[in-house]
Antibody, heavy 125, light 107 residues
Framework: QVRLRESGPGLVKPSETLSLTCAVSGGSMDRFYWTWVRQPPGKGLDYIGYVSHTGDANYNPSLRSRVTISVDTSKSQFSLRLSSVTAADTAIYYC???????????????????WGQGILVTVSP | VIWMTQSPTLLSASPGDRVTISCRTTQGISNYLAWYQQRPGKAPELLVYAASTLQRGVPSRFSGSGSGTDFTLTISGLQSEDFVVYYCQQYYSFPYTFGQGTKLEIK
């Protein structure tokens, strides 16, 4: 069973960069796509983006200018960096993983089979 | 961007009831739809993918259906642990998007 665990600062100052890492255990990173999702307190889920084990990433256009998702398979981890943060970036950040074959036999990120426990990041002076 | 609309946002029911949650998309997504359950203070958990395929280990009282733009999650014989929040997600077109959530509460 694949397990994920987020780590990083719980408090970030406005205009600075949020950096989180997700440690992967119990499975090979080569099999899946690795995703970040966030959830503002009391609100719904927001898809940030994903990265493949080869480092190919795709980001939500709403965050594309500020976000970088990278992977380090040698350390079994992947990371999120979000620059120029504001109070609107305060949220629980979840790392997740998954992959599926579509009707044409192409393998893609799709839905998330497994999730980390989440980490609350507050943006405040 | 494909937008998702879940209804209702709040659903009141009693243990043992059968309920349905609707998810509608702004354009057709074939069957590229997943449903998640989220308990308070916990991460979402995958219930259904490909609109109707139950994730391993999910009780059979959960079922999903639909294709195109209209989808439903049905829970038959509600148990006490089912009174939490449910989200749909489309993965047909990037950026993948979630519905706003449906909270299932005890009547």
């Amino acid at each position: 069973q694949v397990r994920l665990r987020e780590s990083g600062p719980g408090l970030v100052k406005p205009s600075e960069t949020l950096s989180l890492t997700c440690a992967v255990s119990g499975g090979s990173m080569d099999r899946f796509y690795w995703t970040w999702v966030r959830q503002p307190p009391g609100k719904g889920l927001d898809y940030i983006g994903y990265v493949s084990h080869t480092g190919d990433a795709n980001y939500n256009p709403s965050l594309r200018s500020r976000v970088t998702i990278s992977v380090d398979t040698s350390k079994s981890q992947f990371s999120l960096r979000l620059s120029s943060v504001t109070a609107a970036d305060t949220a629980i950040y979840y790392c997740a993983g998954g992959g599926y074959f579509d009707s044409r036999g192409n393998y893609g990120p799709g839905f998330c089979d497994f999730w980390g426990q989440g980490i609350l990041v507050t943006v405040s002076p | 961007v494909i937008w998702m609309t879940q209804s209702p946002t709040l659903l009141s029911a009693s243990p043992g009831d059968r309920v349905t949650i609707s998810c509608r998309t702004t354009q057709g997504i074939s069957n590229y739809l997943a449903w998640y359950q989220q308990r308070p203070g916990k991460a979402p958990e995958l219930l259904v993918y490909a609109a109707s395929t139950l994730q391993r280990g999910v009780p059979s009282r959960f079922s999903g259906s639909g294709s195109g733009t209209d989808f439903t999650l049905t829970i038959s014989g509600l148990q006490s642990e089912d009174f939490v929040v449910y989200y749909c997600q489309q993965y047909y077109s990037f950026p993948y998007t979630f519905g706003q959530g449906t909270k299932l509460e005890i009547k």
